[in-house]
DNA sequence: CATGAAAAAGATCCAGG
DNA sequence: CCTGGATCTTTTTCATG
């Protein structure tokens, strides 16, 4: 299940979870390899799927959307999950979606333009897909502290 | 505040978000424009500070991470918050870090090897800060039905 | 699996409109 | 703010150890 990487597989996905663009052979330089075998090296961990995709991160904010909140969704008895799951993917501010244990059936996560739409997307959107009893919101404040990606890659599995 | 963004400009966002080494000159192919034309948008976006960084995503499960959970922090009366920010963020497992409003002062993502691990860090870790009063844990399911980025940058601003 | 060298593709710079 | 072209950098391939 866990993949087995080694210490040049964690130093390339050290640099690269962090930048996208860095160059191979920059990278290469680093770890006193070719740029050959970075290469190599990263080619097999997107086909091991390891490495899922890469992408830009856009400031939300600043392209309009100055609202964030995580959602508790409770649903009702003897509800199929994924009738509701393909509902949720139809509204494109809710950027990630997962099943919970405990308390909630779901909690994602929803991106909003202000209070008003947030509160439009909950009402309108959310609470009126057929399955969904009720739902609980975490409103984040403006300001995200900080957001990262994990960073010490299976440390203590092999070397 | 929001900034003002063109066809292009959110038609550029739109796929470097998606893959962050998606060629420049392929994005210029499909928008009909130059590759300087592209090259230079996203210099501007960056700038700007619209585009915060580029990453690969990697699969937490397959390098050796098979827990998430949300946990919301009740932090006890007169707290200074950014002495709890402090401390959290020397727990590298903590991969997000939100202010709350309403129920919790914080909201954090957090990621665990296991079961086992994710108490430990919850009891010996978190719940050890000085400040924090007590912890509600949202455990996630295993499987993500989905994570994506928000794609309806700041549409109905400007054509 | 790694390497170095060669070929192909892309990014970056710049003068000009 | 765009363009085309020159130039420099990076990626990718491949024969070899």
Chains 1, 2 share one sequence.
Do not use: W
């Not at 799951?85 to 997962?98: A, L, R, T």
């Not at 057929?130 to 300001?143: D, K, M, R």
């Amino acid at each position: 299940m866990a993949h087995t990487l080694d210490k040049l597989d964690r130093k390339i996905l050290h640099y690269i979870s962090q930048n996208a663009r860095t160059p191979f052979l920059e990278i290469a330089r680093e770890c006193n390899v070719s740029g050959a075998a970075i290469h190599q090296r990263v080619q097999k961990l997107v086909n091991q799927g390891v490495i899922r995709n890469s992408e830009f991160v856009i400031d939300q904010y600043k392209v309009g959307y100055q609202t964030c909140a995580y959602i508790g969704i409770v649903l009702k008895n003897n509800i199929e999950f994924q009738a509701v799951v393909d509902h949720i993917k139809e509204i494109p501010e809710i950027v990630e979606c997962h099943y919970t244990t405990g308390k909630y059936a779901m909690f994602i996560k929803m991106y909003a333009k202000d209070n008003r739409h947030l509160l439009r997307l909950i009402l309108d959107k959310i609470s009126t897909i057929p399955g969904v009893a009720n739902t609980e919101t975490f409103q984040l404040s403006l300001e995200e502290i900080f957001r990262r990606q994990l960073s010490t890659f299976g440390v203590d599995e092999e070397k």
